[in-house]
């Protein structure tokens, strides 16, 4: 028995409803959409002076960028270097001068 040999893996591809683009609800793996929460809610500390949609919609933004990916297993961890790279660059609430410039 080699190391390759044991139960077949599946590749789970994102759900295509007509067209439109995926939502987390449309994904095809409950593991990927615990993920991608988990991812939300690490970046949502990490950036406590954003708000949390503007946090979940750049996750959901950044996750959409690899709906073609044909392997999911890293599409977490893509999408949280991707999302962080984002977020890292917009202007935090605190970051506004009195006259909100």
């Known amino acids: 028995?080699?190391?390759?040999?044991?139960?077949?893996?599946?590749?789970?591809?994102?759900d295509r409803v007509r067209g439109r683009p995926s939502t987390l609800a449309q994904m095809g793996s409950a593991t990927e959409r615990a993920a991608i929460l988990h991812v939300t809610q690490q970046l949502s500390a990490q950036f406590p002076r954003l708000d949390p949609t503007v946090?979940?919609?750049v996750v959901r933004d950044t996750h959409r960028r690899f709906d073609a990916h044909?392997?999911?297993d890293f599409?977490?961890?893509l999408d949280e270097d991707a999302?962080?790279?984002r977020l890292r660059v917009m202007p935090q609430s605190g970051d506004l001068g009195a006259d909100g410039r």
């Open 1 to 14: 028995m080699d190391q390759f040999s044991g139960p077949a893996v599946t590749v789970c591809l994102i």
């Open 55 to 57: 946090v979940a919609r």
């Open 70 to 72: 044909p392997n999911r």
């Open 75 to 77: 599409i977490p961890m």
């Open 83 to 85: 999302a962080r790279d």
